[in-house]
């Protein structure tokens, strides 16, 4: 396993000239015969190679969706037909993206991406890149407002399979860019939808639980009827967003596991630092009871509550009483939680702790995909056919 760290890149440019220059700057590469290698890994030198086109690639879609859309250096980077064509028609649904969020809260200034490659491998003709992307998204705050507060820049830690095929004349093309998106909000530098079925870390529990409390609205609220009001005094409220601030991007492995769809695992870890204490006993015939809250090293003795959203809701608002649903997700304060239900289908799918709140504005920190202060209004706005249920902890 090779890792490589390469620098970051930004150029701003115009965002009609960035989508039509997509096909050039891809530099789509007719069909050509292709000679077999029976290669197995990769030169570092290669791996270099691919990792600053594949850097360049992904600035490029983070850069679209800034208030100054641009080329972002790929006139380096060759592909296939099809992956210029996908890449095109991608790059167009980025740049309505980011004119959706200068409407909601003025968007992004720019963006910075980075990339670390953490592993690569050749067969025959195909290389492929396991990376994680990392970028920080720009907010258009003043240094006088981020020291007042004000989130500085959204982070976003993206993992993705990127493979290049080499063609006849031994040039690298892109060939195609899988980002693992998982089941939580679309990551701003991509158009993919969540799949409200890819929450597993839950189970069918052992009772009936009735009917949840009325979805959170999203109207916009006069910034004087947010109070932060609390409900339970004795908690840190403090400790739960430096929790989350700290292990947003690279979980706590020494104590916890991770899971496939790792949202409410990630919280309920935040809430425990923050004072919440377990409900037992952990044996495997109290995990599917919703009134229980616990971990273990074992995952048939770590409660649904712990890791499944919906689990997590019901144990949360009725059996321990510990958060209490807000009539408006703008009521949310730091160290509150939001959930959503994606399809409005009475299973919750995601959940979210608040690390900021500015001007009215909540900002959410998430695991699956990771993400560090993103605008509670980029969210709804990305998905707004949500049920959302805001959580006063």
């Known amino acids: 396993m090779r890792t490589v760290h390469k620098k970051q890149l930004t150029s701003l440019l115009g965002a009609a000239i960035a989508i039509a220059a997509i096909g050039s700057l891809l530099g789509a590469a007719p069909p050509q015969p292709q000679e077999i290698s ?82 690569s491998s050749l067969n025959d003709i195909t290389a492929t890149l396991q990376l994680t992307e990392d970028t920080r998204l720009y907010m258009p705050f003043t240094p006088a407002e981020v020291a007042e507060g004000a989130p500085e820049y959204e982070e976003i830690s993206l993992p993705h399979t990127v493979t290049f095929t080499r063609s006849a004349d031994g040039t690298w093309l892109l060939a195609s860019d899988h980002a693992d998106t998982g089941s939580g909000p679309a990551p701003s530098t991509q158009v993919t939808e969540p799949d409200p079925a890819d929450d597993a870390s839950g189970g069918v529990p052992d009772q009936a639980e009735g009917s949840k409390d009325a979805p959170s609205s999203t109207e916009a609220l006069p910034k004087s009827s947010t109070k932060d009001v609390r409900l339970q005094a004795g908690y840190n409220y403090k400790s739960i967003v430096a929790y989350a601030n700290k292990y947003w991007k690279n979980p706590n492995k020494g104590a916890y596991r991770t899971y496939g769809n790792d ?69 949310l304060a730091s160290s509150d939680v939001l959930q959503a239900d994606w399809d409005r289908n009475g299973n919750i799918n995601h959940t979210m702790v608040v690390t900021k709140k500015y001007n009215g504005v909540p900002y959410l920190t998430y695991h699956t995909t990771n993400t560090h202060n993103k605008s509670l209004k980029k969210i709804v706005a990305d998905h707004g056919g949500a049920w959302w249920y805001a959580h006063r902890t």
Not at 92 to 107: F, I, T, W
Request: charged content about 20%; glycine content about 6%; proline content about 3%.
């Open 38 to 119: 029976n290669n197995t890994s990769l030169t570092a030198s290669e791996v270099d190679e691919l990792a600053q086109r594949a850097e360049e690639y992904l600035q490029a879609r983070a850069s679209m969706v800034t208030t100054n859309p641009t080329q972002a250096r790929m006139s380096g980077i060759s592909s296939t037909p099809a992956m210029a064509n996908r890449t095109a028609g991608e790059f167009s649904l980025l740049a309505a993206k980011g004119e959706r969020y200068e409407q909601v809260d003025g968007g992004y200034t720019k963006a910075v991406v980075d990339v670390t490659v953490t592993e």
């Open 263 to 331: 949202c409410t695992n990630f919280v309920s870890q935040a809430m425990k630092a923050g004072g919440w204490s377990t409900v037992g006993p952990t044996d495997p015939g109290r995990r599917s009871n919703n009134a229980k809250w616990f971990y273990t090293i074992f995952v048939n003795r770590t409660s649904y509550t712990w890791a499944g959203a919906e689990n997590w809701y019901w144990f949360a608002v009725k059996h321990s009483k510990r958060t209490k649903i807000l009539d408006n997700v703008y009521q």
